[in-house]
Every structure is written in structure tokens, then in C-alpha cells.
């Protein structure tokens, strides 16, 4: 069985690492000759509009899933003309645009922060009168790790933030004072049974998420698989979705979800009984899922710009380090690392342990 995948960066690393067990080959079409998942695999080396590779990818894949949402939903439509793909691409369609994506939360009844589109500076002015302050201009299209963001505190703030966008498409949103950050992963396969894993409350800096901690028997974690579960068979979903929420007061308000694995649910790999990985293979083939009960009590640090020494991560108790063998890059994720523990005093202790070495060579 030959597994395609659309861009070959960690998350595909991840997945085909969890797919040599299951007997699987794999095919990455990206556009970096050094994409760090290319000798895990066939390589084609090329853009992702480029209608010669994906017609050998059509014909030599038995399935073709992606990595990240950005690839263009153009793609992914050509390509399930000719094979199966999953997550089918109306996914993709929505997960691009944070303006439809917000509506499509309204239309499900899932909470979001109150937003507003914005495409000229006169009207992202008009919508600061009903969104207030503070708030969050974002493009709508191809952000992440708080890329194409800016944090709106004032009207002084305004025109430098619309600048920074060169005129794109936007849309504003009211800034939500929240208690905590919290993810919850899912998978569907193609016969519709889905599993959720237990929520994974998150530590952001910079946009980019630096601390993953699974929350067993979480009390929000009804609530998010209320709210994933409406995602999931609204879009007859299959693979891996996590979806990304605040917690404020007791309730759920939607951020984003990501038609993918993802770096949230990282801790899985040692921390569950299946992998968020195996899990999304096992989905798109159309197998048993995996269950998702965490082992112990488990967390995940990236490690951003650089590398620790693999000595000194190694030299924690129960850590588990992942290299994901990128060149070394201001504000680029590297490799991160998990721990386990049978108890909360314990599991601190660990996450102390990975940070400090995390924030010794941070160049975010």
C-alpha cells in the first residue's frame, strides 16, 4: 500500500515513521529539495501546481493526504478526480479562509469571538467600533505560528497593522481574555467512527505553541468533543483534526481548526495508547481506530531556532527527543521533546527540565 502525501516537512516525517510498522510505503510531493522527510520515501521534487507530478502521484498512490493546510484546494480536487484523498478538500476550502471559517462555526453553533471582515482600511476603522479593544487583525489566508497577525490595542495601532498586510483580505477579531488554551485531537475514518483524544491544554509565546499537556478527564472535554464531532460530520471528515479553542468562564470559544495532525497532539507518541499519527493512517485506509486513553500523564516542549544538546534532553528521566532534521532557523520548529509521568509533581518537574533547555537556545 502507497501512501502519497502533499508536503514532506515533520508532520509527514511523523506520519511515515508511524507507518513503517503498519507495512506502508510512501510517496512526498514538496517543493524543497532538503524537505526533511524525503528519505523516509520516494521524493518528487516540485511545486505543488506542477500537473506531471501530480499525475504520477495519482497513479502511483492508493490514497493522498497532506500535511498542512495550505496546499492549494485546486490540488487536492485534481487529485481526488484520480485517487482517493483525504481529508477531502471541501476541508481544505474551509480551513483556508479564516472568514469562512469562522462562519462555518456560527452556522454550527460553536462559540467564536465576535469578528468582523475587513478588505480596505476604511472598513477595518468602521469595525473597531463594534469588535472594540483590544483585538486581532488577521489575513485570512495563509497564516500560521501567528504569522500575518498583528495585536490592535489602540487606534494608533491601525495603520501599521494594515500596512503589514499590503492591502490582503482580512478579517478582526475581539481580542478573548482567556483562562487557558486548550486543543482537542480527533480522527474519523472513511466508515464515519471517530475517537477524541483527552484535551491537550496549550502555552503559546510569540504565536508560536511552545507546551502541550495531555488533560485526562479534563471537564471541558465534553464540550470539545460536542464541538469536534459537528466539524467532523458536517464534513463527512476523514484523518486527523484538531481543533484549536480558549476557555474562558467555563466555556468554549473557537480558534481554528487544522484538517490535519498536529503539533498539539505531539505528546501522543509516548503519551497514548495510539499515536495521533497512526491513528490518521489508520483512518484514511479505512481500519480500526487506534484508542486514545493516555498512557500516564504526558507533555510535549518544542524546541524553537536551535537545537540542546541531544546529551543534555537525554539526560532528563523519561524524556523522549524527536530531531526532525531541519537546518536551524530563527523561529523554526527543530524537533521537540515528550515526557511522562504518573503523577502531576512529577510531570512538572519534567516540563521545567525541557523548557529551561528549551529557552536557552529559543530564537523565535
Known amino acids: 500500500m502507497i501512501v502519497g502525501i502533499l508536503g514532506a516537512g515533520q508532520l509527514a516525517r511523523m506520519i511515515a515513521l508511524a507507518g513503517y510498522p503498519l507495512g506502508l510505503d510512501f510517496i512526498f510531493l514538496d517543493p524543497s529539495a532538503d524537505a526533511c522527510a524525503n528519505t523516509l520515501g520516494e521524493h518528487l521534487l516540485g511545486d505543488y501546481n506542477d500537473p506531471g507530478l501530480l499525475a504520477e502521484l495519482a497513479e502511483r498512490a492508493d490514497v493522498v493526504t497532506y500535511e498542512f493546510e495550505n496546499v492549494p484546494a485546486a490540488v487536492a480536487e485534481f487529485l481526488s478526480a484520480h485517487t482517493q484523498v483525504y481529508p477531502w478538500p471541501n476541508a481544505l476550502a474551509v480551513a483556508q479562509d479564516r472568514l469562512i471559517e469562522k462562519t462555518f462555526f456560527h452556522e454550527l453553533g460553536i462559540p467564536t469571538p465576535a469578528y468582523a471582515a475587513v478588505d480596505s482600511f476604511e472598513s477595518l476603522k468602521q469595525a473597531m467600533a463594534s469588535i472594540g479593544w483590544p483585538a486581532i487583525l488577521k489575513s485570512r489566508k495563509l497564516g500560521y505560528d501567528g504569522k500575518g497577525q498583528s495585536v490592535l490595542k489602540s487606534a494608533d495601532d491601525l495603520k501599521s497593522a494594515w500596512a503589514l498586510l499590503e492591502d490582503a483580505p482580512a478579517i478582526v477579531e475581539a481580542f478573548v481574555p482567556f483562562d487557558r488554551e486548550v486543543s482537542i485531537i480527533a480522527a474519523r475514518n472513511v466508515s464515519g467512527a471517530s475517537v477524541f483524544y483527552p484535551l491537550s491544554e496549550n502555552l503559546h509565546r510569540g504565536g508560536i505553541l511552545r507546551i502541550s499537556e495531555s488533560r485526562e478527564g479534563d471537564v471541558m472535554q465534553a464540550q470539545a468533543e460536542t464541538y469536534v464531532s459537528r466539524l467532523m460530520e458536517t464534513l463527512n471528515y476523514v484523518g486527523v483534526l484538531a481543533l484549536e479553542l480558549f476557555e474562558r468562564d467555563g466555556q468554549l470559544i473557537a480558534n481554528e481548526f487544522a484538517p490535519r495532525v498536529h503539533n498539539s497532539g505531539h505528546w501522543t507518541i509516548e503519551g497514548a495508547e495510539t499515536s495521533q499519527f497512526e491513528n490518521h493512517l489508520r483512518a484514511i485506509l479505512d481500519l480500526p ?46 524537533a521537540h521533546a515528550t515526557v511522562r509521568a504518573d503523577n502531576p509533581e512529577k510531570l512538572s518537574k519534567l516540563i521545567k527540565a525541557l523548557t529551561t533547555l528549551a529557552d536557552q537556545v529559543d530564537d523565535s
Do not use: C, W
Open 289 to 334: 481506530l487506534g484508542a486514545t486513553a493516555a498512557v500516564e500523564q504526558s507533555a510535549m516542549v518544542n524546541f524553537i531556532g536551535n537545537l540542546p544538546s541531544t546529551e543534555d534532553v537525554l539526560g532528563i528521566p523519561q524524556a523522549h527527543l524527536h530531531l526532525y532534521k531541519k537546518t536551524p532557523r530563527k523561529g523554526r520548529k527543530v
